[in-house]
Nanobody, 118 residues
Framework: QVQLVESGGGLVQAGGSLRLSCAAS????????MGWYRQAPGKQRELVAV???????NYADPVKGRFAISRDDAKNTVYLQMNSLKPEDTAVYYC????????????WGQGTQVTVSS
């Protein structure tokens, strides 16, 4: 069973917007806090946004005020609306349940590439 499928990435100019989607398996999604992560070339994967099962959100400082995370429990899907994109946002973006992501050798989907040109 495919557990995480990210989509919506692409090439965009600085200042542009993208909306990422992540379809998760029900077992991974239901009742769990979900996060969006990103990994730029040569860097470690970092958490950029979290949404709890009751809709509370939190953001990493570099994306505050520009990114918005949301979830659709009926569809087991989490979204990331990214506005005012900057070249430093260029990375592969992944989603996962926050708990699962903490496990060593955790399962990850294929991610979706976001490239922001200057």
């Amino acid at each position: 069973q495919v557990q995480l499928v990210e989509s919506g990435g692409g090439l965009v100019q600085a200042g542009g917007s993208l909306r990422l989607s992540c379809a998760a398996s029900r077992s991974r999604f239901s009742g769990n806090a979900m996060g969006w992560y990103r990994q730029a070339p040569g860097k470690q994967r970092e958490l950029v946004a979290v949404i709890t099962s009751v809709g509370t959100t939190n953001y990493a400082d570099p994306v505050k005020g520009r990114f918005a995370i949301s979830r659709d429990d009926a569809k087991n899907t989490v979204y990331l609306q990214m506005n005012s994109l900057k070249p430093e946002d260029t990375a592969v973006y992944y989603c996962n349940s926050v708990t699962a992501a903490m496990i060593a050798n955790a399962y990850w989907g294929q991610g979706t590439q976001v490239t922001v040109s200057s």
